[in-house]
């Protein structure tokens, strides 16, 4: 055996009697005083204390022979932090007998209010134009903080339709929104004391071409309404798209 061994060994020996004895000598001076601190040195001493019975009586020490033995690279291990002066007794039967209540968060859910949030949603966004991608994160906010039955896309709140039926008039692929229904839903976004006040509501069309594309001559014709109120909004009446411009005029004059 190397003299570096032998000698960490009889280290060891000497700090394992020596906690030992200090483990004792602890115990003793503080056993009749359950208010002070009481220190341990190792997890097996720990553990025994706590099982002596409170009596003057003269206590017998139970230390049970465990392996204090440190670790491989010369340092050591204590338990005395776990341990504490003056722990309650714990009344266990009252702790078998205790229930634990589960909250149902199904019961706060109203889709009522989920019906009525889709709506002020929908209303808010076409009020203030507000973007769609704006909307989208809003949306998957609101779904990930328990609004579940909220649609994940602005094109589903406001219900966007993907596909409509067109005519082909002036050569051109031709759909009109409905001038009637396009006005009220427009007016109906202004403030309450604006339109409170309004008899009649004048209006402007105008028509121009817009290419859509570099690589083709496809173009779109919408025809535009504005609402001449403050303040001003703009609506699509009518939209036209085709190769090339319209060849006649008949589709201004098309009723829906």
């Known amino acids: 055996m190397s003299d570096k061994k032998r000698k960490r060994n009889e280290y060891k020996r000497i700090w ?10 602890s115990a003793e001076s503080h056993f009749s005083s359950s208010d002070e601190e009481c220190e341990f040195l190792s997890a097996s001493t720990c ?5 002596l019975p409170s009596t003057s009586q003269p206590m017998t020490t139970m230390t049970t022979e465990g392996n204090l ?4 690279e010369g340092g050591h291990e204590l338990a005395s932090d776990n341990s504490s002066s003056g722990l309650p007794d714990i009344d266990w039967d009252s702790v078998e007998k205790f229930e634990t ?15 009525t949030l889709l709506e002020e949603l929908a209303v808010w966004t076409n009020t203030f134009q507000v973007n769609h991608n704006a909307v989208d994160a809003l949306l998957k906010i ?7 039955n909220l649609p994940g896309t602005c094109r589903t709140l406001l219900k966007t339709v993907r596909e409509v039926e067109t005519t082909n008039i002036s050569g051109m692929d ?4 409905g001038l009637e229904i396009e006005l009220l839903k427009t007016f109906g976004q202004y403030p309450k004391m604006v339109t409170d006040n309004v008899e009649s509501v004048d209006i402007s069309l105008n028509i121009d071409g817009l290419p859509l594309f570099k690589s083709t001559n496809t173009s779109l014709w919408p025809i535009l309404c504005e609402i001449h109120l403050q303040p001003r909004r703009v609506f699509p ?4 798209i085709g190769p090339s411009k319209p060849t006649n005029l008949d589709f201004l004059y098309r009723k829906q």
């Open 16 to 25: 394992i009697a020596n906690a030992r004895q200090k483990a004792r000598i």
């Open 47 to 51: 553990s025994n204390m706590m099982d």
């Open 69 to 72: 033995s440190p670790s491989d």
């Open 101 to 115: 209540l589960s909250v149902d968060t199904d019961t706060d859910f109203n889709p009522d209010e989920d019906d």
């Open 142 to 148: 609101l779904k990930e903080h328990g609004h579940q």
């Open 174 to 177: 031709y759909y009109n929104f």
């Open 237 to 240: 009446h009518v939209l036209t």
